[in-house]
Nanobody, 127 residues
């Protein structure tokens, strides 16, 4: 069992930036895929970005590629999402997700790939 907590959400004008932080507690281990998902009003939860612990790889949704950057501090058990050039369509509840015990992020975009989820942090982008 692990616990994930997201912070850093808020309100920003279009073109602005925010950084989200995911804090992890519990026994995850190195073989863990972690991801950021989001769910806007009336939408399904969708993948934003993913990374594998202790690796340099990252995966991004087309809608955020070039604007968002996922990073980690593995010693602190934290994960970040730097969001730049924000758009109103980025408005959503953002969730941290983790799946321990895997050799890679084999299906990073799929909700069912992740066992553990945080409660979310709200991001609102205005025009």
């Amino acid at each position: 069992q692990i616990q994930l907590t997201e912070t850093g959400g808020g309100s920003v004008e279009a073109g602005g930036s925010l950084q989200l932080t995911c804090l992890m507690a519990g026994d995850a281990g190195d073989k863990t895929c972690m991801a950021w998902f989001r769910r806007g009003p009336g939408n399904q939860r969708e993948a934003v970005a993913s990374t594998y612990l202790k690796s340099t790889r990252a995966w991004y949704a087309d809608s955020v590629m070039g604007r968002f950057n996922i990073s980690r501090d593995d010693e602190k058990k934290t994960m970040y999402l730097q969001m730049n050039s924000l758009r109103p369509e980025d408005t959503a509840m953002y969730y941290c997700a983790a799946q321990p015990g895997v050799g890679w992020c084999y299906a990073w975009e799929q909700v069912w790939s992740y066992k553990y989820w945080g409660q979310g942090t709200q991001v609102t982008v205005s025009s």
